[in-house]
């Protein structure tokens, strides 16, 4: 008798299946949808329990609506489980085509996570189908594009029995349909809001020629039209306001000019990379009174209904203040706090960014070995070293010719061979046709010798240390030594060259970079510096005084940032023991 009458059972469930999912599209809101979608599951699929948890926008499931019991409806909706939480129940248990059934034999681990639940206690199942009060069965919905939208919870069945192939098609089904509905739900929702806006706006123009035409004029950013393709491509059609107060200049003229016309000329390379379609970048545009202000470009294609002429449309947004913040975060995380300076890794990335690891002295080329030959003489290459001196690369050589004129390339581990650049006919390591080398741009740092003034110009690097602070620090307190220490960063920078570096290591050293100098160029510069140091510094109405120790280092090609530093430090502690505590104190 259950089989005959199995084929009426399934034509009144379909029937309210229908019903039920028809009135799925007849809700007025979202909220109204989910609620419609609850309890149709209790009317029309047979659950006296069932439930929606809908994804937010940061990811997790929030119970959105509730359906069977007011009790479990007043505590568990609202309420919000983390989405590795929901992934971790949507692979358990057992797969139902797109169901997925937790039976209460496995569901005992999730009784302590957060999903919200509720449930009542029960005895076992007396025969294999029978439900259980803990077993848990969901239904998950996915947009049209694959996107989780929520997961329907549904519990005791009616009958009391799991649901067979009939009642997870028929709950399969109904899912898919919510599903739908809710996506139906939330994009009517978007066309009402619109709506509304268009109406507030001007009842006379056609809604969507208003809605353009109130979101372009009244966006508060900056918003342009321009043409494209022809001979007038880029040219700025129409501007909003918003853009021409950003940019100090009317409309008028604005129609005059593209972007490429305003934009900064380091930046137009920017500009020329960023695709028409799609296309963003951060770049520069120049206002009226001829300064620059950061924006951030975003471009889309906009066509009219027939297919039309197309034009790009520009969303410009003023980045300035951000721009300025990430300028001030970069400034802080390479200066010194206290004094302004550059600090130490600031002052590593300058001095490294002037060194390559090609040696200071390298093995004489092919011309150079036939100069030689013809000459009589080797080609004498200089020494490099710690601040000492070297011929090699600046200087001419006593015999009529610069060592450096032909110089080999450096041959580090993983860099191509190549030939001596600049010598025809000559080939090179990397035989004929090799590329040039990695060293052909570069212009290799050399130190002039320390014995004698040949010439010779290099990166003098000077390294000074304060004489006498710790006892200014000791006796006044750290406040007093800090201002010492801010003079005395004032008093170098005033007293170096405009592009020139004074750093600060830490505590009292601080490192001067010079280049364009010879060693009788950065003896001077110490001597100026130290007695710019040496005057009384007034700190709270009393005057103190410090020394200064200076020790001269020369960057060199081949050596690294923290040899050239240590080579001037060194130096820099033997020109202090050579003189007496009370000399040093006095300068």
């Not at 809700?27 to 069932?50: F, K, M, N």
């Not at 002037?354 to 040696?359: E, G, I, M, S």
């Not at 003079?487 to 600060?504: P, Q």
Request: aromatic share 6%.
């Amino acid at each position: 008798m259950e089989t005959e009458s199995e084929p009426y059972v399934r034509l009144a469930t379909l029937r309210q299946l229908h019903q039920v999912v028809a009135e799925l599209n007849t809700a007025r809101s979202l909220a109204d949808t989910l609620q419609t979608v609850v309890d149709g599951i209790v009317v029309g699929l047979g659950y006296e329990l069932a439930c929606v948890n809908l994804v937010r926008p940061d990811g997790d499931l929030v119970v959105a609506a509730f359906a069977g019991d007011p009790a479990a409806e007043a505590l568990i909706t609202g309420r919000v489980g983390s989405r590795a939480s929901w992934e971790r129940r949507l692979t358990m248990g057992e797969s139902w085509d797109g169901l997925r059934f937790i039976p209460h034999t496995e569901g005992w681990v999730l009784l302590e996570d957060d999903v919200p639940q509720w449930h009542t206690d029960g005895p076992d199942p007396r025969f294999a189908d029978e439900w259980h009060p803990e077993d848990r069965l969901y239904a998950p919905m996915y947009a049209s594009g694959g996107e989780l939208l929520g997961v329907i919870s549904v519990d005791r069945p009616r009958n009391g029995r799991r649901p067979g192939a009939w009642g997870r098609e028929a709950l399969q089904m109904y899912a898919f349909q919510a599903a739908i509905a809710i996506s139906n739900a939330r994009l009517r929702a978007n066309m009402q809001r619109a709506l509304v806006r268009l109406e507030r706006e001007q009842q006379a123009l056609r809604a969507s020629e208003e809605s353009f035409r109130q979101a372009f004029e009244y966006a508060p950013s900056g918003m342009a039209i321009a043409e494209m393709g022809g001979d007038q491509h880029g040219r700025l059609l129409r501007t909003n306001d918003a853009l021409c107060r950003l940019l100090g200049r009317p409309a008028s003229v604005l129609r005059r000019y593209s972007f490429s016309d305003l934009v900064h000329p380091e930046d137009i390379g920017t500009l020329l990379r960023t695709s028409a379609e799609g296309g963003r970048a951060e770049l520069r545009l120049g206002r009226r009174d001829g300064t620059y202000v950061w924006v951030s470009l975003r471009n889309s294609v906009v066509a009219d209904a027939a297919d039309g002429p197309r034009f790009l449309l520009t969303h410009v947004e003023d980045i300035e203040e951000r721009k300025r913040h990430e300028l001030q975060l970069a400034h802080r995380a390479s200066h010194d706090s206290l004094t302004g300076l550059p600090n130490s890794a600031e002052l590593r990335s300058r001095l490294g960014a002037r060194l390559c690891r090609r040696p200071q002295s390298v093995r004489a080329t092919a011309v150079e070995a036939l100069d030689a030959a013809y000459e009589g003489h080797g080609a004498h290459g200089g020494h490099g070293g710690h601040g000492g001196g070297i011929e090699a690369g600046g200087a001419v050589g006593e015999h009529g010719f610069r060592p450096d004129a032909y110089p080999e390339p450096f041959e580090y581990p993983g860099a191509p061979a190549v030939p001596a650049p600049g010598v025809p006919g000559v080939p090179g390591p990397g035989g004929p046709g090799a590329g040039p080398g990695p060293y052909d741009h570069h212009v290799h740092m050399v130190a002039p010798a320390t014995d004698i003034d040949d010439g010779t110009k290099g990166l003098a690097v000077l390294f000074c240390d304060l004489d006498g602070f710790k006892s200014i620090n000791d006796r006044f307190g750290h406040h007093t030594g800090d201002a010492v220490l801010i003079e005395v960063a004032r008093r170098l920078t005033t007293g170096v060259r405009d592009g020139d570096t004074v750093a600060r290591l830490g505590g009292d050293e601080f490192v001067v970079l010079a280049d364009g100098l010879g060693a009788a160029d950065a003896a001077d510069l110490a001597v100026r510096l130290r007695n710019a140091i040496i005057p009384p510094i007034r700190v709270d109405g009393r005057a103190v005084r410090v020394g200064a120790s200076f020790g001269i280092g020369w960057a060199s090609c081949g050596m690294s940032a923290d040899e050239v530093l240590r080579s001037a430090d060194q130096r820099m502690y033997i020109e202090k023991r050579s003189r007496s505590k009370a000399h040093r104190r006095a300068g």
